[in-house]
């Protein structure tokens, strides 16, 4: 099964709740890592494990960029506590880790 839905719907999400633009970097990783993957798919099978795996530490990234958004919506709204300009640094940063093998 793809998973292009699946990438579509945590990329708006985390791109809506949390920062754009580490989900945009994160966006186009998932399309170059796809395209690997679907190369690699075409040739042996041992090709495309790499890129499938790839894909899916992208996956979780941006999900986990979802849960730390909504989380950091609900602080605010019921406790009053902003942590958004943290986590935009934290996950700015971590952005450049999915770059790493």
């Known amino acids: 099964m793809d998973a292009y839905p699946t990438f579509l719907a945590v ?8 920062n754009q633009a580490p989900a945009a970097f994160a966006g186009i990783i998932y399309i170059v890592v ?5 190369v690699g798919y075409m040739g042996q099978t041992s090709q495309s494990t790499p890129g499938y795996l790839f894909g899916k530490r992208i996956l ?3 999900f986990l960029m979802c849960l730390v ?16 300009e943290y986590v935009e640094t934290i996950t700015s940063a971590a952005s450049a880790l999915l770059l790493l093998p």
Do not use: D
């Open 11 to 18: 990329m708006w999400c985390a791109g809506l709740c949390l």
């Open 34 to 38: 796809r395209q690997k993957y679907f």
């Open 60 to 62: 979780s990234f941006l």
């Open 69 to 84: 958004g909504i989380f950091n919506y609900l602080l605010t709204r019921y406790f009053g506590r902003n942590y958004k």
